[in-house]
């Protein structure tokens, strides 16, 4: 059974930087891929960025390109979301998720395992 916790969230000024992490456990992670949503009060929950734990292939939304870099550390089975010139608009709870195939990435439904959450607010 795939289990992903989020760490790393918290609260930080406009323009600063936080790093969350995803711990994942209970497969063998190297086909699937990982992703971050977020999702704001009132909002649906939108796809932040995707990577391809084989290859490390990566794929962000417009809004957070350039500032945003996700990554793996495959030895820890570990997934990272750096965060950086943070805005009042980047305030949600963030989630890490998990799914076996690359493709139509935004699709909520598509992931089949994903972790509590954890809280980013950006103060303005």
């Known amino acids: 059974q795939v289990q992903l916790v989020e760490s790393g969230g918290g609260l930080v000024q406009a323009g600063g930087s936080l790093r969350l992490s995803c711990a994942a456990s209970?497969?063998?992670?190297?086909?699937?891929?990982m992703g971050w949503f977020r999702q704001a009060p009132g909002k649906e929950r939108e796809l932040v960025a995707a990577?391809?734990?084989?290859?490390?292939?990566?794929y962000y939304a417009d809004s957070v390109k350039g500032r945003f870099t996700i990554s793996r550390d495959s030895a820890k089975n570990m997934v990272y979301l750096q965060m950086n010139s943070l805005k009042s608009e980047d305030t949600a709870v963030y989630y890490c998720?998990?799914?076996?195939?690359?493709?139509?990435?935004?699709?909520?439904?598509?992931?089949?395992?994903w972790g509590q959450g954890t809280q980013v607010t950006v103060s303005s």
């Open positions: 990577i391809r734990w084989s290859g490390g292939t990566t």
């Open positions: 998720a998990a799914r076996r195939v690359w493709g139509a990435l935004a699709s909520t439904a598509e992931y089949a395992d």
């Open positions: 209970g497969r063998t992670f190297s086909s699937y891929t």
